[in-house]
């Protein structure tokens, strides 16, 4: 299980992951609580519930701050986190969206899911509503270059 440095996780993430898990998906995430701006709060109302799915719809909910997987695919999501640099760079994304990639790459082995029945608090990096919003566009047209380059 995966927890950023900086954020910290409800009392029951490690029991409701691990159930999931448990379900027979490869990779597992929760929504993620945002704190430090305006727009993360109220993004906060919708995540909590529109973040809950599996498959495919379940790729662009997988955020770093929050995910579980099988101590048997340790060294292969460490193999995809080198690769995710380098078509990050190959592809100029101004950041290396890791999760994006990861649940892409975990998505074609088997079944991921979202859920909501927990969650992680995370910092915001940005200072701002302004520049959260901007952070959001940005990492939505990278999102969208990686779907079209993997077509």
Known sequence: MCIDGDSYAKNNWIEEMTKILEKGNLLVGSWVQFKGTFLGEISNIFNKYL??????????????????FYN?????I????????????????????DDFWLAIFMRKEGKIEVINKTYVVAHEKENSSWKSFLRNIENHRDGNRIIKYLK
Do not use: H, M
């Not at 460490?78 to 969206?97: A, G």
């Open 78 to 97: 460490q193999n995809y986190f080198k690769e995710t640099q380098r078509l990050s760079n190959e592809l100029k994304l101004s950041r290396n969206p």
């Open 51 to 68: 973040c809950v799915s599996t498959g495919a719809k379940a790729i662009r909910w997988i955020w770093g701050p929050s995910i579980a």
């Open 72 to 76: 048997k695919d340790k060294e292969k």
